[in-house]
């Protein structure tokens, strides 16, 4: 397939692998952000291939990973509803609220609809106007032109009967977050690809700057992430600290600024709860004043649930690179994909998903 | 400069197993259906034919043959899809279930849940289907049964179906019967069924080519196993897809197998879908295909005889199984990593970006 082929070829996987071999002198400790990359270096066996002086951690993007409870809960409350068709993306059905999760809620006859782009949420809105139709609006900047999109969309039709609940987050919030702990292992980014297409880089040069710390885009194939721990290594042996591109056929310094125009246009920064992190300033997207109308929030009057989250997994410090899936006592024992403790272990996205399904014994099992 | 916070949190709920209602992950195939089982129907029915683990059972008797038996409800939304439908279907299903024991497939009883409102043109076009795959199968349907509930309270239609298989005494296919040294052949590409079903559905907003492969393959397994009577283990790979049925088998037969994912079939069209929706055509449903484990010196002479026959136009080798690691299903990938290939744990979900 092309785009695709091309960018799993063996022969070249093993020139640029020969490189980071060749390149790496010291330890370096290398997070990506993005949960699609540590799903496709797990996938296809990276990990193992790379110098042991390379460790590779794993990042808080995972967009089901880290909405937070409170909001979850805010989703069960909306979706328990009479008269109400609650849209998501699948992997949100599976994470547990404080009592139970969207799936239970289906089983027991809620209206609850797995949809793959909110534009099919407005669809169903336009087809039941009997009906209040909600998208549970989460993910990072690579969502929320779309959910964005659809509120517009929403709008022109005159649908009064939609409404989004919003749990958008970025990117960059997360890595100043991580890049601040006292615990940080952090010693190179692979920043998240998808999220450049949108955002484009010129965000990242003030973090590279302020923590000295090499950024470089990366994309998701196999020759994709190599290029970028390539790229990254070169950097961390040399003593530099740059932003530079290793995905340049999809990202621009830019980026897409009809996408950036239309989360502008629809939301505005905010603070935000991360699920196993806590709160991050200025790390969310809510919707502006002038679309309250389409706030879920508002609209189901769920503002007023909060919940506090426990403390009994340590989704946080994996979240943060700070610990590794297998670390944990309760991985793949107590805590499994069908039985998670986490919201990591929850999504294919997910770290410690990502691990259980892909990793050999006898590491895998703990 | 912003005031972020103290990054030790660890914040979890408390796990939800689902044990309390069915939820739509227990009918997926993969873990949640296991758990099923192994929860509710093993403690109540709970008997040596059963408890072998084998998608049919054995049934002994006094004759020289013994009688292979098994059923299988289908539902599938929608009814008729590209390469298929639900009456083809459920023939298929159960055939391909007593087929791969091994055993000859004497007869097909069907019962009928139809929806009040359905029209009778579409049980009549289903019946047909099902008439028609019988006969390429030379299965005869000898019984049926049929019931009609409200409008509202099924999905227009559904099909049970139980065939019955004869089998000779020297033939021991079993999931528990997988040898270290053996070779794994699939009959053909991988995730055409689920991909086409799915697609049909149009809720993808993709227009396909794809079709399902929806097939009776008790003549091709019959072909094979007058060149083999030695294989040792043999399953169709449905709900759950590939991984997970090699799964069973390494289970079943407490032995390690490791398939390459260079080798494994998979359609163009099948891969590209599954890529963009985040999908893995090794878990994705198939409907015509067979796993065969056999010893290695037969090889080459089934997989000739596999390709000469519709249905086995695309086999391949695509692993072996070995005594190391004995439960788990490892895959050698394209760039030489090598990885778990687990179970599916509920059922498959699209990405989210």
């Known amino acids: ?366 | 400069m912003e005031d972020y916070p103290e990054m030790q949190g660890s914040v979890c709920p408390a796990p939800l197993p689902h044990n309390e209602t069915i939820v739509m992950g227990h009918g997926s195939g993969g873990l949640l259906t296991q758990d099923l089982i192994n929860r509710i129907f093993l403690p109540a029915f709970s008997n040596p034919a059963l408890l072998a683990g084998n998608d049919f059972a054995l049934l002994e008797n006094e004759s020289n043959f013994r009688i292979v038996v098994s059923t299988d409800a289908h539902i599938v939304t929608p009814l008729f899809f590209p390469g298929g439908d639900i009456g083809r279907l459920a023939v298929s299903g159960t055939i391909n279930d007593i087929a791969v024991s091994g055993g000859t497939p004497i007869g097909l009883t069907a019962s009928f849940i139809l929806e009040e409102g359905l029209p009778m043109e579409v049980l009549a076009k289903v019946a047909q289907s099902m008439a028609d795959t019988a006969a390429e199968a030379g299965v005869p349907i000898v019984a049926g049964d049929t019931k009609v509930v409200e409008h509202g309270k099924a999905d227009g239609l559904f099909i049970s179906t139980t065939g019955i298989a004869k089998i000779s005494r020297e033939i021991t296919i079993n999931g528990a019967n997988a040898k270290p040294g053996d070779a794994v052949i699939i009959s053909g590409t991988l995730g055409d069924h689920g991909m086409a079903v799915l697609a049909a559905r149009g809720e993808l907003g993709v227009v396909s080519q794809i079709r399902s492969d929806t097939a009776p393959l008790n003549h091709l397994i019959q072909k094979i196993l007058q060149i083999c009577p030695q294989i040792h283990a043999m399953r169709d790979p449905t709900r759950g897809g590939l991984a997970t049925t090699l799964n069973e088998i390494s289970q079943q037969s407490q032995v390690g197998i490791t398939i390459r994912e260079d080798r494994i079939p998979v359609r163009p069209e099948v891969n590209a879908i599954c890529e963009l929706l985040g999908f893995d055509p090794l878990y994705v449903a198939n409907e015509g295909k067979v796993i065969v484990i056999l010893p290695e010196p037969f090889v080459d002479e089934v997989l000739d005889e596999m390709h000469r026959h519709p249905y086995g136009t695309d086999a391949k080798r695509i692993g072996w199984v070995h005594a190391e690691s004995a439960g788990e299903v490892h895959l050698s990938t394209r760039i030489g990593g090598t990885r778990l290939l687990s179970v599916m744990s509920g059922e498959m979900l699209p990405r989210i970006c």
Request: glycine residues 8%; charged residues 20%.
């Open chain 1, 1 to 366: 397939m092309r785009y695709l082929d091309e960018f799993r070829d063996a022969d070249l996987v093993k020139k640029v692998l020969k490189q980071i071999h060749l390149k790496t002198t010291k330890e370096w400790v290398i997070m990506e952000i993005c949960g699609g990359q540590t799903h496709s270096i797990m996938q296809h066996g990276i990990d193992q291939l790379l110098p042991e002086k390379i460790e590779l951690v794993h990042g808080p993007g995972c967009p089901v990973c880290v909405t937070s409870l409170e909001l979850i809960d805010k989703a069960l409350a909306i979706a328990s509803q009479q008269n109400v068709i609650f849209c998501s993306f699948g992997d949100m059905l599976r994470v547990p609220g404080s009592a139970t999760d969207l799936f239970s809620i289906k089983a027991k006859g809620g209206d609850v609809r797995i949809v793959y782009s909110p534009l099919d949420a407005v669809r169903i809105a336009r087809e039941n106007p009997e009906k209040e139709v909600v998208f549970f609006a989460i993910g990072f900047e690579t969502t929320a032109p779309v959910n964005a999109a659809s509120l517009l969309y929403a709008q022109s039709l005159g649908l009064k009967n939609y409404s989004l609940l919003v749990s958008q987050v970025t990117v960059p919030a997360a890595m100043h977050a991580i890049l601040s702990s006292p615990q940080n292992r952090v010693n190179g980014f692979l920043a998240a690809g998808h999220v450049c297409s949108v955002m484009g880089y010129h965000q990242y040069h003030a973090i590279a700057e302020k923590y000295q710390i090499p950024i470089v885009v990366t994309g998701f194939e196999p020759l994709d992430l190599l290029q970028g721990i390539l790229m990254t290594v070169e950097q961390l042996e040399k003593g530099t600290h740059m932003v530079e591109n290793g995905y340049s056929r999809v990202v621009t310094e830019a980026g897409n600024l009809t996408a950036q125009n239309m989360i502008n246009q629809v939301f505005e920064i905010c603070d935000r709860n991360w699920r196993g992190i806590g709160l991050i300033p200025k790390s969310g997207l809510r919707l502006r004043q002038q679309y309250s109308f389409y706030d879920a929030e508002k609209r189901f009057s769920v503002e007023e649930i909060k919940t506090q989250e426990s403390a009994i997994c340590q989704s946080g410090q994996i979240l943060q690179g700070i610990r590794k899936p297998h670390q944990c006592p309760a991985f793949g024992k107590e805590c499994t994909p069908q039985t998670p403790l986490g919201a990591t272990m929850v999504s294919s996205e997910g770290a410690c998903n990502a691990y259980y399904r892909y990793r050999l014994t006898p590491v895998a099992k703990g």
